[in-house]
């Protein structure tokens, strides 16, 4: 592949990344009022199984490929407003589990079709069948 090549190819993913994420975040927050930070919290406290109520807030950080920092600021903004609680490891005492409030969870369930609505308005039903096949395809072989 030539530099022009691989160039255009990491240009356009940037591009690409950057207006789709964006054109979705405005749309969920017109809609709902989260961010797509709280809802990428959310969404993933809502998908623990069945008898998890809580993760580790390291579980969480790799999760998310988020920075502990990072996370830590954004569950003090959502702890504020009563989304999420962290508390005490009840396993070993030292580390903090985050819990998905009955409020975080209403606030998810309202936010999740409109979330669904902006993925595909804005990606999946901007591409055909095939370009979807072949966007996962090149998606999993970089992000397994």
């Known amino acids: 592949m030539s530099d022009a ?17 964006a054109e979705i975040a405005r749309d969920l927050e017109r809609a709902s009022g989260l961010s797509m930070a709280d ?29 502990h ?14 989304l999420v609680a962290r508390e005490k490891c009840e396993l070993d005492g030292r580390g903090e589990d985050v819990v998905l409030t009955e409020e975080g969870r209403r606030a998810h369930d ?9 993925v595909r308005r804005h990606f999946t039903g ?3 069948p095939g370009q979807l096949a072949a966007f996962t395809a090149v998606a999993r ?3 397994p």
């Open 5 to 21: 090549a691989a160039i255009a190819a990491w240009e356009s993913y940037r591009r690409l990344r950057l207006h789709v994420d």
């Open 39 to 67: 809802y990428d919290v959310l969404a993933a406290l809502s998908a623990l199984s069945d008898g998890e109520h809580c993760i580790r807030v390291r579980g969480l950080t790799e999760h998310l490929h988020w920075a």
């Open 69 to 82: 920092s990072r996370l830590s600021r954004q569950l003090g903004r959502m702890e504020r407003r009563g």
């Open 110 to 118: 309202r936010a999740a079709p409109a979330h669904l609505d902006a």
């Open 126 to 128: 901007a591409l055909s």
């Open 141 to 143: 072989s970089l992000a």
